[in-house]
């Protein structure tokens, strides 16, 4: 260092002498914005370098804490994992929970909509064998489950109890090999038995080949087996084939469709009516029809409800004809009644007329996005038209129990 | 003179150098600026005059000592600088350049020549009228003229001018 000094003695004065004098013109002088230079000279020279100690300063401690001091960062990273997994637990928790809120509203709706007295059950288990169609709910005995007893859901029949225990109850499912019920199709035109066959369709028995039966039909309990209260979906034809001797019909279980929780064990049974429609999703106005002004109306017939088709005509002759013969309808105390001469004075015979029918939105019906029919007794027009088809001589849909 | 005129080139060792008696190093840079600061006034014809360069021209050429050469320069340019409306060093910073420089050119020429003497007043005067309008502009933020014609002009006024007072003062040296 000595020596370059000395070799270059002339040139290191020089570059003093000058330097002395701009430092001495930077004290002096001021830039445009009033600020001496030899401020912003110095401001200038040593910016860049406290920017690199402060770089250095701030990458030395990211380094030692994002690189050194790791422990504390995954203890909290595990915390966090442990926390997110709580988390979805109670959300799945949670929305478990909503599920079996809203089942119960459905169940509760139902249980209030429907006449027969039913008690609310939650599957708590399955059958142990790999063939049965079987479950466990959790009413029992002390709570006046008895075997036999059908369970249903809002979307329909699901099967019967075959052993009550104090705390739970078995049921055989409608899709075990050993279930059988009878069911009525919705016209009230086919009978048939009901039969399980292991596999998740359900299958119509001993229904004759003559009869009309078409995909989409409904068919629903019977009543005549005395276990399942009459006017219960079963479900909806998936597969129609003629067979030797019988048509052999496969069903969509209606209420094993969405999965089974929870049931309702029907305590005491009461019939309903076979809803005469499908019930559909959206409720549909149906807008009243237009006064027959040619036919008088008749004082008799005042106050009931007027004939709309054809086939209400002929059930009004036919409960008519029985009603002045004495007959009770339904019971099965007496012989069916003599309707030979209804067919033959049919056409000269006029309808009752009737007043003009009023409105009935079908939207004031409760809806109901299972095809279960509305609470309300009227006549039993399905088996006054087969009685009185059996009477004629005509194929009917009758079946043998 | 105590040399030979006729060496143009010559090295600090081959070549005698003048000495002047110390009264001199005072009162003819004190001249200088007292003639750059009252003539201008009273004849501003003869404000073109550069005494003070001229003076720190000679003094370094002669002296062929560079150390010496910049400390006459930054001394008189700072003295300048002081009777001056401009901040301290513009002029100083200037004159420590060309006393550097003359000096490093009285080291390898012989700068007795008066043709020499000619050119190198016209160099330096207009290496420190450039040297200023740069200084003017980087420090000072001025927007002054680039008028390098009256700077070659004066240039040539000064060297004439130069050439005389080199003349004189070489009547001062201690040989003498």
Redesign the interface.
């Known amino acids: 260092m000595e020596s370059f000094v000395n070799r270059y003695r002339n040139l290191t004065i020089l570059l003093l002498v000058i330097f002395a004098q701009f430092l001495l013109l930077a004290v002096q002088v001021k830039n445009d914005q009033d600020v001496r230079i030899i401020r912003v000279w110095t401001v200038t020279a040593v910016t860049p370098f406290a920017r690199v100690v402060e770089l250095l300063r701030g990458g030395s401690v990211g380094f030692f804490r994002n690189y050194i001091l790791l422990r504390d960062e995954d203890a909290e990273n595990r915390r966090l994992r442990d926390q997110v997994g709580h988390l979805k637990l109670e959300n799945i928790f949670l929305k478990n929970e909503l599920n079996t809120a809203e089942r119960a509203k459905a169940l509760g709706v139902f249980q209030a909509r429907i006449p027969s007295k039913t008690l609310a059950a939650t599957v708590i288990g399955a059958g142990a064998g790999s063939n049965a169609k079987v479950v466990y709910v959790d009413a029992g005995s002390t709570r006046g489950v008895e075997r036999g007893m059908a369970v249903v859901t809002p979307d329909g029949i699901v099967g019967k109890v075959i052993a009550a225990y104090p705390t739970a109850s078995e049921i055989l499912l409608a899709t075990d090999a050993d279930f059988a019920a009878g069911v009525v199709s919705q016209d009230g035109a086919v009978r048939g038995t009901l039969k399980g066959q292991g596999t998740p369709l359900l299958k119509v028995d001993y229904v004759p080949i003559q009869e009309k039966v078409q995909v989409g039909q409904w068919f629903y309990t019977s009543g005549d087996d005395r276990i399942f209260p009459r006017g219960f979906p079963v479900g909806v034809v998936r597969s129609v084939r003629d067979a030797q001797p019988f048509k052999e019909i496969l069903l969509d279980p209606a209420g094993l469709q969405h999965g089974l929780e929870d049931v309702l064990i029907v305590t005491q049974g009461v019939h309903q009516d076979i809803p005469p429609t499908p019930v559909a999703d959206q409720p549909v106005y149906i807008a009243p029809p237009p006064p027959d002004e040619s036919k008088p109306a008749s004082p008799a017939a005042a106050g009931a409800p007027p004939p709309i088709t054809e086939a209400d005509k002929l059930r009004l002759e036919y409960q008519a004809a029985g009603e002045a013969q004495g007959h009770k309808f339904g019971s099965g105390e007496s012989g069916p009644p003599n309707f030979s001469g209804i067919g033959t004075t049919l056409p000269q015979k006029p309808a009752p007329a009737a007043a003009a029918p009023p409105a009935v939105p079908a939207a004031a019906v409760p809806a109901a996005a299972s095809p279960m029919p509305a609470t309300g007794a009227t006549t039993k027009t399905t088996d006054v038209t087969r009685h009185s088809n059996q009477a004629n001589g005509e194929p009917t849909g009758s079946t043998k129990r | 003179m105590a040399y030979s005129s006729g060496r143009m080139l010559l090295s600090q060792s081959d070549g005698p150098v003048s000495r002047f008696r110390a009264w001199v190093f005072i009162v003819v840079p004190l001249l200088a600026i007292l003639f750059q600061v009252y003539v201008p006034l009273f004849f501003p014809v003869l404000s073109f005059l550069e005494m003070p360069l001229l003076v720190v021209v000679y003094l370094s050429l002669t002296q062929r000592s560079?150390?010496g050469g910049?400390?006459t320069g930054?001394l008189i340019?700072?003295a300048q600088d002081s009777l001056s409306k401009n901040?301290?060093?513009?002029f100083?910073?200037c004159k420590?350049?060309v006393g550097?420089f003359a000096a490093s050119v009285g080291v390898h020429f012989n700068v007795d020549n008066t043709v020499i003497r000619l050119f190198l007043s016209f160099l330096f005067y207009f290496f420190h009228q450039t040297l200023y309008w740069v200084m003017q502009r980087m420090?000072?933020?001025q927007q002054p003229p680039f008028d390098y014609q009256s700077w070659l002009l004066f240039g040539a006024l000064n060297a004439v001018v130069g050439v005389f007072l080199f003349h004189f003062l070489d009547k001062l040296r201690a040989a003498a």
């Open positions: 560079q150390v910049l400390f930054a340019g700072l901040p301290l060093g513009m100083g910073i420590t350049l550097y420090l000072l933020a």
